[in-house]
Each structure stands twice: as C-alpha cells, then as structure tokens.
C-alpha cells in the first residue's frame, strides 16, 4: 500500500534559505512542503497543529534555537524526522542527541539535499519505492520521463547520449535531441547505476557506449567525444582513471 507523501515543515528565521529549500525539495516529488515557520516558536505551533512527517530546520534563529525546539518536541505523540539545515557544523553532535536524521550545511547543494531525502525516505519502510523510480519501470521496459515543450517523451537509456546541469535545470540529450527532466543529477546517476553510465564531472553524465574519444585538455582534464554529438563533455581530473578503467578491456 502507497503511503501518503512527506509531508515536510521548513523552519528557518532567512527567507532566501527556506526558498532554497524549498526549491531544492521541489525535485521530489513525493515531498510536499506543507508550511514555512520564521522562527522556534512559529515553528513549534505549526508542528502540532499540521503533525509533518519531517521537519528542515535551521538552529540559530533568535532567542529559541531548533536545538531547543528539536528537544521539545521529543514529547509530543507524533514526533516529526529531524533534518537540520544550518550554517554551523559545530552543533553536530548536539543534533543527534535530539535524535536528528541528518544534518546539512549552508549554502546548501543538491547532492546533500538528495543524501537527506534517502534518509527521510528510508525512515517509511511502507513507503512504494514507485515514487522514486524516476518513471523507470521493468529492464525490458525501462524508460526515463523527460519533456520537450508541452509534451512529456519517455526515452530509453540506451537511447541517452549524456545528462547535464545548467542552472537549476537538468538537460537529457537523446539522438541530438534536447529534453528536460525535473531530477537532480545524483538521483538519476543512482538509478542508473546498472546501466552504462559514467558521471565524468559535477555537472555531467555520461553514456559509455556512445564514447568514440579521450583527449587530454587541460591541467590533468580530459575531453570526450560521443558518437554523432558535436558537444565535447569535460572529463575531471579526478573522474579520468576510473573512466579509462570502464572504457578499457
């Protein structure tokens, strides 16, 4: 049986972290942003009145810290996950004794936001795995939800020549056409994984399958060249040995 979604609480006293959040969060869609709390003592009144199932929550907001609130909140019945979002790394241990899932760091970034959703995801074990499937289904059927204006194309990986990240927006380009997907890039390698894939870069994926060149470009990088694509994909320094070993026999 599908659960119902994460219904999640976004408490920070800045509001261009909780749009971040928010924005960030925006990727998964079994997340639902029910309500944003300036502060501890906002956020507290809006965690027993709509009961989340997980709360992004900052410390240093003020006179109450999310410390505090996090240890309050230990004795209501419905005790919400705990993810905290804040830009002091030195509250780490204080967090977990409040029994925190996770802890991330300001400016945030997708790949922490991601590891903190597996967490809060892994914490429903009812929950239909369906949700984050990225519409991949079977191995004869597998297939990737993308979108090119209006219309939503469901494209094999085979199909796939890379995957790249431009701006807040993820591109997928198949056959020398251009889509657009609504997923991170650290989601989508994760369920490719037993696919021919390779992230040659922080902002690239690539199709192994479709390499044709290595080149060497600059201050220890490489270049690829893919089969019928014009576009050369950066190759970082610190991807290059554990590509030339997938490449090579």
Aim: glycine share 4%.
């Amino acid at each position: 049986m599908v659960k119902k979604q994460v219904r999640t609480l976004l408490i920070d006293d800045e509001p261009f972290s909780r749009d971040e959040l928010r924005h960030l969060l925006s990727a998964y869609p079994d997340f639902n942003i029910i309500g944003e709390a300036r502060s501890a003592e906002e956020g507290l009144e809006k965690i027993i009145e709509l009961e989340p199932d997980a709360l992004f929550l900052d410390i240093e907001m003020g006179e109450r810290n999310g410390i505090e609130l996090a240890s309050t909140i230990q004795k209501l019945k419905k005790v919400p996950l705990i993810v905290f979002a804040t830009a002091y790394p030195d509250f780490a241990v204080k967090a977990f004794r409040v029994q925190a899932l996770d802890y991330v760091l300001k400016p945030f970034d997708e790949d922490q936001i991601f590891e903190a959703v597996k967490r809060i995801r892994k914490a429903f074990p009812d929950e239909s795995e369906q949700k984050s499937k990225l519409h991949f289904s079977t191995e004869d059927t597998l297939k990737l939800a993308v979108q090119q204006d209006e219309t939503i194309h469901y494209i094999s990986p085979k199909e796939i020549d890379y995957i790249f990240r431009e701006g807040n927006v993820t591109k997928v380009i198949s056959q020398g056409v251009e889509y657009i997907t609504r997923y991170p890039l650290k989601e989508i390698e994760e369920k490719l994984v037993d696919h021919s894939f390779f992230r040659t870069h922080k902002g690239y994926i690539v199709n192994l399958n479709h390499v044709e060149e290595i080149t060497p470009w600059f201050h220890g990088a490489y270049q690829l060249k893919l089969t019928n694509v014009e576009q050369h994909i950066p190759v970082s320094r610190n991807y290059v040995k554990h590509l030339r070993q997938r490449l090579e026999l």
